[in-house]
């Protein structure tokens, strides 16, 4: 069975930086764009980072542009994201997703179907 699996969530304070892992099951998740989502209690889920099946594109809601950076690594199976002086608004549960579509060509931000878990991080003020 596919697992997306997130760890490195927790809590920190404003200005503090959290890096996020999310592994992959199966080696051929490197073959899939992947994304990092985030949803906070009574608010919508909303993307947060993707990154292209080869890393060549990536693309970062405006609220974490130059804060936030996301990565892949192949050998590892494993997408990051580090996040870096960190706000409270950023508290959410964040979640990890693959897109379904063998080595799409353009980033698709709507396109992701395989979930994780989540974990949550907590920003202190």
């Known amino acids: 069975q596919v697992q997306l699996v997130e760890s490195g969530g927790g809590l920190v304070q404003a200005g503090g930086s959290l890096r996020l892992s999310c592994a992959a099951s199966?080696?051929?998740?490197?073959?899939?764009?992947m994304a990092w989502f985030r949803q906070s209690p009574g608010k919508e889920r909303e993307l947060v980072a993707a990154?292209?099946?080869?890393?060549?594109?990536?693309t970062y809601a405006d609220s974490v542009k130059g804060r936030f950076t996301i990565s892949r690594d192949s050998a590892k199976i494993t997408v990051y994201l580090q996040m870096n002086n960190l706000k409270p608004e950023d508290t959410a549960g964040y979640y990890c997703?693959?897109?379904?579509?063998?080595?799409?060509?353009?980033?698709?931000?709507?396109?992701?179907?395989?979930w994780g878990q989540g974990t949550l991080v907590t920003v202190s003020s």
């Open positions: 997703a693959a897109d379904a579509t063998f080595q799409r060509e353009v980033l698709c931000t709507r396109c992701f179907e395989v």
């Open positions: 199966l080696r051929t998740f490197n073959n899939y764009a």
């Open positions: 990154i292209s099946w080869n890393g060549g594109s990536t």
